[in-house]
């Protein structure tokens, strides 16, 4: 019994014991510069003419892979990065995660 107190108790008591993590000035910075150079990338590729799906810019071999993979009902995931002049995915005391996920449903369309 008191083991399972002292369990509960801590299992309250961590939560409240953790602090929010703040982000500093230069963290935010180099992630506004890597959001607003992935969102011109992407504004680029929304043109008309553009490739509309990033794997339809892939070599021939990889295109046809992927989409084999997706008809066969996989998932694609991938890890995306996005390059630009003075762009660094090294971010001052913090991470950037950049994934793109794409799936194929049959018989779906966009109307």
Known sequence: ????????VSLIALPLASTAAELKQNTTTAFDKYVAATEARIESELQ????????DSLPAD??????????????????????????SLDVPDGMVHHWIGIIFIPGATLT
Request: net charge positive; aromatic share 12%; proline share 5%.
């Open 1 to 8: 019994m008191k083991r399972n107190s002292a369990f509960i």
């Open 48 to 55: 008309p003419g553009a490739t509309f799906l990033y794997l």
């Open 62 to 87: 990889a295109l046809k892979w992927s989409y084999d993979k997706l008809k066969s009902g996989e998932v694609l995931v991938e890890r995306r990065e996005t390059k630009a002049p003075e762009l």
